[in-house]
């Protein structure tokens, strides 16, 4: 069964560094997004892409933040600097517009972002 | 804007008890979609349900149940006779249909966290 991919699973990096989070999302999905959850609270939306560009960003997506799909079949989510309020899981998902499976989500593992 | 509403924030039964999580949703948008997605200890989410706002049947998985009432803007999660591998958080979603057919993003509620003792 096609399922989301991530990739590093953790990642510790001190503040100010710059992070690269990839996603593979499934092949033939169109829709990518980020969200992400700090320890213990709910899942919150980042950003969705389509087409090359961003479609919706939230207001944590800030100028520190930036999407890309570098190929194709790579999702990527660069943070510049990081602060410790960055540290999160990171969850990327993908969808489709048609199909059984329309407008459902499917998530990746995520990865768990430490700033120290 | 879009809201969900989890009150409920902790829940423990013991196994083969039947439990109720809550969902209450807002959201100003005619046709969207509702959501309940499994976060188990290992940190993954996993999909439960989608269920569309036109469709307010109530569906039955196995021991899993769900009762939309549009009328009260709830979608309610009911698991029969608990297992202790359904100890989890559970996390109900609202996003909007669009209407050019895209996908919008997910809003997520707080999350309810199942304990089901042995």
């Known amino acids: 069964e096609p399922e989301v991919t991530q990739t590093p699973s953790h990642q510790v990096t001190q503040m100010g560094q710059e992070v690269i989070l990839r996603c593979v999302p499934i092949?033939?999905?169109?829709?990518f997004y980020w969200y992400r959850q700090i320890l213990g609270q709910k899942v919150e939306f980042l950003v969705s892409f389509y087409n090359n560009e961003i479609s919706e960003k939230s207001e944590i997506f800030d100028d520190q933040f930036s999407v890309e799909r570098p190929d194709g079949s790579n999702f990527t989510l660069k943070i510049r600097s990081t602060k410790l309020e960055d540290s999160a899981m990171y969850f990327c998902?993908?969808?489709?517009?048609?199909?059984?499976?329309?407008?459902?989500?499917?998530f990746g593992p995520g990865t768990r972002l430490t700033v120290l | 804007a879009q809201k969900v509403t989890q009150a409920q924030t902790e829940i423990s039964v013991v196994e083969k008890e039947d439990v109720t999580l809550d969902c209450v949703y807002e959201?100003?948008?005619?046709?969207?979609?509702l959501f309940w997605y499994k976060q188990p200890p290992s940190g993954e989410l996993v999909f439960l349900i989608r269920r569309n706002s036109f469709d307010e049947q109530n569906e039955i998985s196995g021991r899993y149940s769900w009762n939309f009432q549009k009328s009260t803007s709830s979608f309610n999660f009911t698991i029969t006779a608990s297992q202790v591998v359904d100890s989890a958080v559970y996390f109900c979603a609202l996003s909007e249909a669009l209407l050019t057919g895209a996908n919008s993003k997910l809003t997520f509620g707080k999350g309810i966290t199942l304990s089901v003792r042995p």
């Open positions: 998902a993908s969808s489709s517009n048609r199909g059984i499976s329309y407008n459902e989500q499917f």
């Open positions: 959201t100003r948008d005619t046709t969207y979609y």
């Open positions: 092949s033939n999905h169109l829709y």
